[in-house]
């Protein structure tokens, strides 16, 4: 079965895919198979989950059985915070690309607009446990620049951004010779980032949202979040269409216009998070996710504020 695409730079990107940050060692690569198994096209993956190894594993065997080909999946990586310098990039890309045993990447993005000190290690801290920022305080411009040297080479077919803001976007468009194709954030009915999204559509970029069900049971939950499989808003909306909350607030990605991945281990709902093409939301049940941000605040929340890097210039 073929699934609905975005147009992403030269590339058609699957609009629901599998979403691997905080997918436990042990179980991600079986994950993976289940997923590409179960009609999944498009996985998501990043340098700093630390489990890209386990995941080249699993495509090599799955590519190695020939039930799909690497050209049928979409495969996006991100180069990680202490690799922003012009030297750290290439190298950055070249040790995913071994990790995830493959020649090219679908999507390569920078996965935040902060720059931490180069080798330290993923996080580096100082003696009161606060994040060394990167003293050299690379600019956009020379960490994109390295990337756009990345799709000349063939490396990556297209490059994006991920948690950049607004005027974050502006600088890379201002300066960027391969525009920016993709952005990924954070998006559920807590954070619609409608007008992030809008900005995306007026330049050319397809929006990918990360923890479309608010990060149920993450670590990073906020102190005060609302569990969004449990509101009684989406669980009407769920009952209307005869299906699960969870497979209410993906739709509400795609009926955005959005791609979306979803996380999960869990064989069940992999094929659930994928069968959500037999409806769509109307008008009302999209004005109802739209504004449930307002239950918690004027502006929602973010359940991945990172606020330990919030002495960052970058910040967004």
């Excluded at 905080?22 to 590409?36: C, F, I, R, T, W």
């Excluded at 607004?166 to 194709?181: C, G, M, R, W, Y």
């Excluded at 504004?291 to 330990?308: D, I, Q, S």
Aim: proline share 7%; hydrophobic share 35%.
């Amino acid at each position: 079965m073929s699934y609905p695409t975005l147009k992403c730079g030269v590339s058609d990107m699957p609009v629901v895919g599998l979403g691997t940050w905080q997918s436990k060692p042990g179980e991600v690569g079986a994950a993976v198979e289940k997923a590409l198994a179960s009609g999944y096209k498009h996985i998501d993956c990043a340098h700093v989950y630390m489990n890209e190894p386990e995941i080249g594993a699993s495509l090599t065997k799955v590519f190695g059985k020939g039930l799909i080909t690497r050209e049928e999946v979409f495969i996006t990586s991100k180069l990680w915070n202490n690799s922003h310098r012009a030297d750290e990039v290439a190298p950055a890309c070249e040790q995913t690309l071994k990790d995830l045993q493959l020649d090219y990447l679908d999507l390569y993005i920078i996965h935040w607009p902060i720059s931490v000190i180069p080798g330290n290690g993923l996080h580096p801290m100082d003696e009161n446990d606060v994040t060394i920022m990167d003293p050299k305080k690379p600019k956009f411009e020379e960490t994109w620049s390295e990337l756009e040297k990345l799709v000349e080479s063939g490396k990556c077919k297209n490059i994006g951004l991920s948690n950049f803001n607004t005027e974050q976007i502006k600088e890379v468009l201002s300066f960027a010779k391969i525009k920016p194709t993709n952005l990924q954030a954070e998006s559920h009915p807590l954070l619609p980032n409608l007008e992030v999204l809008d900005f995306c559509k007026q330049n050319g970029m397809s929006f990918v949202a990360y923890s479309p069900l608010g990060n149920p049971g993450s670590e990073f939950r906020h102190r005060k979040q609302l569990d969004l499989l449990q509101d009684e808003d989406v669980t009407e909306i769920a009952q209307k269409h005869g299906v699960t909350p969870g497979q209410t607030l993906i739709r509400y990605q795609i009926d955005k216009g959005n791609a979306v991945i979803p996380k999960s281990v869990t064989p069940s709902r992999l094929k659930q998070n994928l069968d959500v093409f037999g409806f769509s939301l109307d008008a009302t049940d999209m004005d109802t996710l739209n504004n449930l941000y307002k239950k918690v605040g004027p502006k929602g929340y973010r359940t991945c504020g990172v606020l330990h890097w919030k002495h960052s210039p970058n910040y967004p």
